[in-house]
Structure formats: structure tokens, C-alpha cells
């Protein structure tokens, strides 16, 4: 029940943040099993995810954990076999690592080892990328769980898409990771990525967006450029800024990283002949790395010119301010790609 919607419809505006608290209290009165759990979800969250949910529905079902990452997974693992519906919030994607082993050895393998008699419904929701924090909390989370399979890895750019994506990670019976980047909330306090796509028209009528099914932000005939969470917005940005040059970029935001649609990349790359792919985790392992080579396993004789990647050195995102600049891709980064790419390298 995907229906379209306008990238220029200015009805009703949200940001990122107020489009998933929309998607979750729909989704938790819309079926008694989902409920949230998390550190500080009582008064919001870091992001705000959740504010509000505990004055409609009440500490049975938003429930405040300790500082125990393994634990309260371990909790919603057990909540999900047992035919619940959890939503972890996390207060930032790198604490995940704590527990590693619930996810990966426990929980991502349950429908597969009991032969599709155990269901591990959860969706968690993880704010991730780099935002002035340092190391330890910029961490790309997608190219990290990328490699593990019975993981469902959600990337949303836009409030539209991530409210929709949102309640079909919620009624999906597999564990999904929802990826957001922390510059994409619009919570109070919070930086906001300058874009026209960043507070934008969320429809009040139920949706869905089906995952793994990509969406092309712009149409173009030139170049194919494939961004996805921050990176989007980036490209649309430029995009908009290559058209003053008469480069069309046809701009794909894949929505997911796992399952990917690579069929609507692949059907752009025959049409213009270019591709340029923008993630910003590091650049070796990434999805980036595994797309360009199902494009050229696939479509290689429909390439004009080599597959360019745009994404972040294989080094810790730095602390200071002008170092993280340097590290992690940028407007800039992505015109001289593009550029470079329409001239022949």
C-alpha cells in the first residue's frame, strides 16, 4: 500500500523524529504486543524518539532499562520469541557492540536454526554516523551488520520514508536494525542537515513502504549517483548544483541496505552509463563495495566510465571539528566525483 507522494507537496511538515514518533504510537495502538524499551525513554530518549509515549501508554509498555545493553536486548529476544513485538531504542548505535553476541550469535540465527518455527520480531532503533562526538560514537552501523545474514538493515533519508519504512520494520517478522543518522532528527538541540528533503510532507493517512525497495529522488540521464541516511541529502544538494552545470544526476536513495534494490540501480546504470555511490562509513567492506560489484557482474557493458566511490578512509572518525571534515564525505567530495567522472576521469 506504497502510494507516492510528491517531493514538492508542502501540506503537512515534519521532521524525521516527529515522523517515527507518528509511526511508532500508530503501530502500538494499532497491536497490543509492540511496546518500547530503552535508557531514558520515559522523558524521550537522546533523540526523542519516544517522548510522549509514556503518557499514552503508560510504563507497561515503555519501559525504562539499565545501563545493560546485552541485558534489555536479551530481554526483547525473549519478549519477541514469545510472540511480542519490541522496539529497542538505543541512545547511540555504538553501544550495540555490548551486545554483539545476543544480536548476531542469538537472536539474528533463532528462525533459521529452529527451521522457521521461532520468529524474532524486533526492530531497533539506532541513531547513527558522526556528529562531533568522537570515535566511539560515530560509528556507521550498516557496513558493520552488512555481513551478517537474517538481519534486515533499514537506512532512511527522508520523514516520508522513514515514517513508512518505520511501521513495515515494526509488522516484519525478522530483526531489523533501523538505521538514522543523528544529524537527520530534527530534535530540539540537535543539528539538522541543511536540505530541502530534511523537514518535509508526511501524509496524516496510514502508509507503508515496503522494505528493500528503493526510491529515485531525482531523474536524470548522465550519471546514476546511489546515497543513502545523510549522504542523501549531500547528493541532492549537488545534484542540484551539477544541473547549473547541464549534468543530469539521476539521484537513487536505496531505502535499505539489506535486502538492497539493486534491480532499480542497475536499470538507471543502463540508462546513463555512470555510476557513483556515496556511503559514508569506511570505504573497505562496504555496501558501496559490494553494489558496484553487482553492477559490473551484471551490467558491466552498459558502464561508459569506471565506478567511482565516495565514501570515508579506513581510519576512527576523529574528535576535532576540522578533522572529522576531512574524514567524512561531503557535498564537495561528491561534485568532484561527479565532475571528474563527466570528464573522463
Same mark, same amino acid.
Given at each position: &500500500?506504497?502510494?507516492?507522494?510528491?517531493? %514538492?507537496?508542502?501540506?503537512?511538515?515534519?521532521?524525521?523524529?516527529?515522523?517515527?514518533?507518528?509511526?511508532?504510537?500508530?503501530? &502500538?495502538?494499532?497491536?497490543?504486543?509492540?511496546?518500547? !524499551?530503552g535508557?531514558?525513554?520515559?522523558?524521550?530518549?537522546?533523540? !526523542?524518539?519516544?517522548?510522549?509515549?509514556?503518557?499514552?501508554?503508560?510504563?507497561?509498555?515503555?519501559?525504562?532499562? /539499565?545501563?545493560?545493553?546485552?541485558?534489555?536486548?536479551?530481554?526483547?529476544?525473549?519478549?519477541?520469541?514469545?510472540?511480542?513485538? /519490541?522496539?529497542?531504542?538505543?541512545?547511540?548505535?555504538d553501544?550495540?557492540?555490548?551486545?554483539?553476541?545476543?544480536?548476531?550469535?542469538?537472536?539474528?540465527?533463532?528462525?533459521?536454526?529452529?527451521?522457521?518455527?521461532?520468529?524474532?520480531?524486533?526492530?531497533?532503533?539506532?541513531?547513527?554516523?558522526?556528529?562531533?562526538?568522537?570515535?566511539?560514537?560515530?560509528?556507521?552501523?550498516?557496513?558493520?551488520?552488512?555481513?551478517?545474514?537474517?538481519?534486515?538493515?533499514?537506512? /532512511?533519508?527522508?520523514?516520508?520514508?522513514?515514517?513508512?519504512?518505520?511501521?513495515?520494520?515494526?509488522?516484519?517478522?525478522?530483526?531489523?536494525?533501523?538505521?538514522?543518522?543523528?544529524?537527520?532528527?530534527?530534535?530540539?538541540?540537535? %543539528?539538522?542537515?541543511?536540505?530541502?528533503l530534511?523537514?518535509?510532507?508526511?501524509?496524516?493517512?496510514?502508509?507503508?513502504?515496503?522494505?528493500?525497495?528503493?526510491? $529515485?529522488?531525482?531523474?536524470?540521464?548522465?550519471?546514476?549517483?546511489?546515497?543513502?541516511?545523510?549522504?542523501?541529502?549531500?547528493?541532492? %544538494?549537488?545534484?542540484?548544483?551539477? &544541473?547549473?552545470?547541464?549534468?543530469?544526476?539521476?539521484?537513487?536513495?536505496p531505502?535499505?541496505? $539489506?535486502?538492497?534494490?539493486?534491480?532499480?540501480?542497475?536499470?538507471?546504470?543502463?540508462?546513463?552509463?555512470?555510476?557513483?555511490? $556515496?556511503?559514508?562509513? %569506511?570505504?573497505?567492506?562496504?555496501?558501496?563495495?559490494? !553494489?558496484?560489484?553487482?553492477?559490473?557482474?551484471?551490467?558491466?557493458?552498459?558502464?561508459?566510465?569506471?565506478i567511482?566511490r565516495?565514501?570515508?578512509?579506513?581510519?576512527?572518525? /576523529?574528535?576535532?571539528?576540522?578533522?572529522?571534515?576531512?574524514?567524512?564525505?561531503?557535498?564537495?567530495?561528491?561534485?568532484?566525483?561527479?565532475?571528474?567522472?563527466?570528464?573522463?576521469?
Amino acid at each position: &500500500m506504497h502510494k507516492r507522494t510528491s517531493l %514538492n507537496n508542502k501540506k503537512r511538515e515534519l521532521t524525521v523524529v516527529q515522523a517515527l514518533r507518528e509511526a511508532v504510537r500508530e503501530e &502500538m495502538r494499532r497491536d497490543s504486543e509492540v511496546f518500547v !524499551l530503552g535508557e531514558d525513554i520515559r522523558i524521550g530518549g537522546s533523540f !526523542l524518539f519516544t517522548l510522549g509515549l509514556l503518557d499514552e501508554f503508560g510504563p507497561q509498555r515503555v519501559l525504562n532499562t /539499565p545501563i545493560s545493553e546485552s541485558g534489555f536486548v536479551g530481554l526483547a529476544i525473549g519478549a519477541a520469541i514469545k510472540g511480542m513485538r /519490541p522496539i529497542v531504542d538505543f541512545q547511540y548505535s555504538d553501544f550495540i557492540f555490548t551486545a554483539f553476541d545476543q544480536i548476531v550469535q542469538q537472536g539474528s540465527k533463532l528462525r533459521y536454526m529452529s527451521g522457521g518455527q521461532v520468529q524474532v520480531p524486533i526492530v531497533f532503533q539506532m541513531p547513527t554516523g558522526a556528529s562531533g562526538r568522537g570515535a566511539q560514537h560515530a560509528n556507521s552501523m550498516e557496513s558493520f551488520f552488512y555481513h551478517i545474514p537474517c538481519i534486515k538493515i533499514v537506512s /532512511p533519508a527522508t520523514p516520508y520514508d522513514a515514517k513508512g519504512l518505520f511501521k513495515s520494520a515494526v509488522r516484519d517478522d525478522n530483526m531489523i536494525l533501523f538505521c538514522v543518522h543523528k544529524h537527520l532528527y530534527g530534535s530540539k538541540g540537535r %543539528n539538522l542537515v541543511k536540505s530541502s528533503l530534511s523537514v518535509h510532507h508526511v501524509p496524516e493517512e496510514e502508509y507503508l513502504i515496503p522494505l528493500g525497495k528503493g526510491d $529515485v529522488k531525482r531523474v536524470g540521464r548522465d550519471v546514476t549517483l546511489v546515497a543513502n541516511s545523510l549522504m542523501l541529502h549531500y547528493a541532492f %544538494n549537488a545534484s542540484e548544483k551539477l &544541473m547549473g552545470e547541464g549534468i543530469e544526476v539521476e539521484l537513487i536513495d536505496p531505502r535499505c541496505i $539489506v535486502p538492497f534494490d539493486v534491480e532499480l540501480v542497475l536499470e538507471s546504470v543502463r540508462k546513463t552509463g555512470r555510476l557513483v555511490i $556515496v556511503e559514508e562509513s %569506511n570505504e573497505r567492506g562496504g555496501w558501496g563495495a559490494q !553494489l558496484a560489484a553487482d553492477v559490473v557482474a551484471t551490467s558491466f557493458e552498459y558502464l561508459d566510465a569506471p565506478i567511482i566511490r565516495v565514501a570515508a578512509p579506513d581510519v576512527p572518525v /576523529p574528535f576535532a571539528p576540522n578533522l572529522e571534515k576531512a574524514v567524512i564525505p561531503d557535498e564537495e567530495r561528491i561534485l568532484s566525483a561527479v565532475r571528474n567522472l563527466m570528464q573522463g576521469m
